[in-house]
């Protein structure tokens, strides 16, 4: 719903899979009401446009997934009560991948043959987006995922896979680079788990930061099974002023807590990214190291003095309080950073279906041409982690980047990077490839 | 269309092996993260000691006040009637809607009730329920009701009768079928596949007690009814002969059973060692063995292989060193005698330690997924449904999450772990006397059996409290 000044005013704070299901079963009831039934199968302009979820509700990935859940149920809702797609309503089709790439490429398919969704959206987990794509180009299904990885970008899935709601891991490390550069320290050791994840920072982040004046002058690589840390902070030059740290696992509260060891009340600035405490209380004991330190975040995570209508709608939207945790449930911290990025593809799906004049599965050509051939997302409802500009080359989405302090128990924003600070030279035309 | 679905899959499978270098894995620090903050390492040295000092205590107390304590009976009511036909009927009912849900439902297993009834409910919470209050799967078995009544239109009783040697064989068999299933399985909570794979078992085991009856066929093959009778005798309530119910001192039925077949006690070792195999096979040390980075943990389907093997190499190792230890009980007592018995009367101990991991390594599931059981049942088939006014609710994940969370979680669970140890070790103490008939052998024959719990105390908890990747 569009109140007056644009804002989308959400009816409940708290959405379910079932307020969703709600609006369906006017749906379904007129489906099984026979003449209904009828003059949907002829013409499908009023049966609902079906969306398959490809969620992690199982698996590595399934305390993500329940936050994407939410958010994807909130936005879902928020459509339909607006009067859906092209006039007619979405349906969100949940399928459990397990967190697994095999399985994942079972779901696509399951949901081009079996359910007939019109596309298929919302994975997070790179393994899984990476397995998941080739099954999704084979049967022509466009596939919106919510991953943040670079593999998208990279040339490495196909015409029918998008990234459009959330921007990639290598857009994030070069945004940060000028602030840190600029307002943090000059000298910059990265701590990173060696592994992948660890990589993308390592090999992303020094281009910029070092044309900005910045110097990366030590990397420690830290074993992805190490459980224990103190050992690997001798390695870190004594002239550094900054600590670069993308430490994840379960492990990073006892980096933390040694780090603050080692250091005492002393030792370089910290600045990491969320991604290791995505929905884990940052006041938790154990963690009071981070005061005064530096943490990217996708989209902040506490509501912020100046947020805009639009944040707010979003977050009473998707349930979450000033702190980024569940209304009601103050333990239940969210993963804020990421899950914005359901809510945005969601609506870029609705705007590349209505640009196509998208009526159904035959379309699915013309939805992706759609796709790619958008440029600009203003800030607003629709958008409200901020502006972006897509890519339809590369298929992947720019963006606004936070930069937070913690202070005083909370994340508060100190800097917004630009757009281009996270822009790179594409590597990659998918417009190329047959559809 | 299937050929090209393998095609799919196997390029899927290639595809994620060929990229996994551009990976952006979000494994998250996670409530077990709470936990290495605590101070595991003392908890654990000292539960080891508490199972310890148990045995020392006990080997000191003439075991036959033990035995005459597990003996007592408090009778709390007249025989009750008898109406398990028409609850099975009613559980019958239930399962029939479940299966149907899980065809019909929702796709996805944290909304359609099936595979939340089933995995939580049932599996997690039933066994607890049965451990406390006795075995209620007596009555809720979805197999008599319907039994009665067919087998009741048929001319003469079961036409056929098992054969002896079979013994519990055939539930130890169907019983590592359904732990491969849950742990090593691709999808065990796809609705659709769980309620395929339960139709076909309630449909084969009510075939089998057809032709073999309901008695013997649940005393020795369905697996689930042998399951439970044996966590059943932990309960302190319990059937006295004329059908009346009597408390007992919690395990003290344990304590006073005849020793169990060969193949029954392989039951209660795979019992045992399935529970324990979940928790290794998320360790870190379990996924740096195969060669598995902990932190992007690649899913199930790439572990297809070494977890299989992982789970008969629990069981077999469970089982080496439980026969080895009675072995070693029986030869440092002076007896020769007959091993198969002693380890049947001894493999009761190891009862409440499986009820007890059972509890704790499944705690922070049957919260959670509890929760979103409660909204499934009121809306089974997605249609916008409020049958029982849950539909609405809103799963409180904050339950298990955070610092205070996991220090009563742990708490909870280093306590039942080492209660169940302690429970162990007296149940095996009044069987060793049974086993010898005198009681400075007995403490002696149970030594190394003591010194197995207190090592499985320690297994128990390092495995609640080191790193996992999922």
């Given amino acids: 719903m569009t109140s007056k000044n644009g804002i989308l005013l959400p009816q409940k704070s708290k959405i379910t899979r079932r307020d969703t299901l709600k609006g369906l079963g006017v749906v379904a009831a007129g489906l099984a009401a ?92 790179s393994h899984v987006v990476v397995g998941s794509a080739p099954a999704a180009g084979e049967l022509k299904m466009p596939y919106y995922v919510v991953s943040e990885g670079y593999h998208v970008a990279s040339g490495k899935m196909n015409r029918y896979c998008f990234q459009p709601g959330i921007t990639d891991v290598r857009a994030q490390t070069r945004a940060v680079g000028p602030f840190i550069a600029n307002n943090v320290g000059k000298k910059v050791t990265m701590l990173y788990p060696d592994y992948a994840f660890g990589f993308d920072h390592r090999d992303y982040f020094p281009a910029n930061f070092e044309a900005n004046g910045g110097k990366v002058v030590g990397m420690v690589p830290i074993p992805p099974t190490e459980t224990s840390f103190t050992r690997y902070f001798p390695q870190i030059p004594a002239d550094t002023d900054v600590i670069y740290h993308v430490m994840v696992g379960p492990a990073v509260l006892t980096f933390v807590k040694e780090l603050g060891e080692f250091y005492g009340s002393g030792g370089p600035k910290l600045f990491g990214f969320i991604d290791s405490l995505e929905a884990v209380d940052i006041t938790s004991p154990g963690l009071e190291f981070l005061d005064g330190s530096y943490f990217w975040e996708g989209m902040p995570r506490y509501l912020q003095p100046d947020a805009s209508d639009a944040v707010k709608a979003y977050r009473t939207a998707v349930g979450i309080n000033e702190n980024g945790a569940a209304v009601g449930d103050p333990k239940d911290v969210s993963t804020a950073a990421h899950m914005f990025g359901c809510w945005e593809t969601l609506y870029v799906i609705k705007q590349a279906m209505e640009a196509a004049g998208y009526q159904g599965p035959q379309d699915r050509a013309k939805l992706v041409e759609a796709t790619e051939a958008l440029t600009d997302f203003p800030e607003g409802p629709e958008h409200p982690q901020g502006a972006k500009t897509f890519n339809g080359k590369i298929h992947q989405v720019f963006g606004s980047q936070y930069i937070s302090q913690l202070k005083n128990g909370k994340l508060n924003v100190v800097h917004k990077t630009s757009i281009e600070d996270g822009m790179y030279e594409p590597e990659a035309d998918y417009t190329t490839q047959p559809l | 269309m299937a050929g090209r679905g393998r095609g799919i899959r196997r390029s899927a499978v290639a595809a994620a092996t060929l990229f996994a270098g551009t990976s952006a894995a979000l494994a998250h620090a996670g409530d077990r993260g709470f936990v290495l903050l605590l101070p595991t390492g003392y908890y654990i040295i000292g539960g080891a000691l508490a199972v310890a000092v148990s045995f020392a205590v006990l080997a000191l107390l003439p075991a036959s006040a033990l035995a005459r304590a597990a003996g007592w009976r408090g009778r709390l009511t007249g025989p009750l009637p008898d109406s398990r036909t028409i609850v099975s009927l009613a559980s019958f009912a239930v399962v029939c809607c479940l299966l149907y849900a899980g065809f019909a439902g929702s796709r996805d297993p944290l909304s359609n009730p099936l595979p939340l009834v089933f995995w ?23 197999w008599y009701g319907p039994w009665r009544l067919v087998s009741g239109m048929l001319p003469r009783g079961a036409p056929l009768a098992l054969p ?306 999922y």
């Fill in chain 1, 34 to 125: 026979g003449p209904g039934f009828v003059r949907y199968a002829q013409a499908q302009s009023s049966a609902p446009i079906k969306i398959g979820f490809q969620a992690h509700r199982t698996g590595i990935g399934a305390a993500y997934g329940r936050w994407y859940e939410r958010t994807t149920a909130a936005a879902a809702k928020a459509i339909n009560d607006a009067g859906g797609i092209n006039g007619r309503q979405i349906e969100i089709v949940t399928e459990d991948d397990g967190t697994d790439p095999k399985r994942g490429a079972e779901v696509v398919e399951k949901f081009a043959n079996q359910h007939k969704v019109d596309v298929v959206y919302g994975t997070l987990f």
């Fill in chain 2, 120 to 142: 939580t409910v049932w599996w997690i919470g039933l066994t607890l329920a049965v451990g406390l209050f006795g075995n209620l799967w007596r009555w809720l078995d979805p």
């Fill in chain 2, 164 to 469: 002896a040697p079979l013994g519990w064989w055939p539930a130890v068999a169907l019983f590592l079928g359904f732990a491969w299933f849950e742990l090593v399985d691709l999808a065990p909570e796809d609705p659709q596949r769980l309620a395929t794979v339960l139709g076909l078992y309630w449909l084969a085991n009510f075939a089998g007690m057809l032709l073999f009856g309901h008695a013997e066929w649940t005393r020795r093959v369905e697996c689930f009814s042998v399951f439970f009778g044996l966590v059943s005798r932990l309960s302190p309530l319990g059937r006295g002969r004329d059908g009346s119910l009597d408390l007992a001192l919690p395990g003290a039925r344990a304590a006073g059973q005849e020793p169990l077949p060969l193949s029954a006690t392989f039951f209660l070792l795979l019992a045992l060692a399935a529970v324990s195999f979940d928790g290794l096979s998320r360790t870190f040390v379990w996924l740096s063995l195969l060669g598995i980075n902990p932190l992007e943990f690649p899913g199930r389907s790439a572990v297809l292989a070494p977890n299989t093997a992982g789970l008969i190499a629990a069981f077999a190792a469970l089982a080496g060193v439980f026969f080895a230890c009675v072995w070693l009980g029986c030869r440092l007592a002076g007896m020769g005698g007959d091993l198969v018995r002693a380890a049947g009367l001894f493999v009761w101990s190891l009862l409440p330690i499986a009820l007890a991991y059972h509890f704790a390594h499944y705690l922070t599931a049957l919260v959670i997924n509890g929760q979103y059981g409660l909204a499934a049942i009121s809306d089974p088939l997605s249609r916008g449904w409020n049958l029982f006014g849950t539909a609405g609710y809103h799963v409180l994940a904050g339950a298990t999450a955070g610092h205070e969370s996991a220090w009563v979680i742990w708490n909870l669970q280093a306590a039942a772990i080492v209660a169940g140890h302690v429970l162990g070790v007296a149940i095996a103490h009044v069987q060793a006397l049974r086993l010898t008939g005198e009681e400075r052998r007995a403490a002696v024959a149970e030594f190394p059996l003591a010194a197995l719990m207190v090592g499985y105390t320690v297994l128990g908890l390092w495995l609640l409290s080191t790193p996992t990747g």
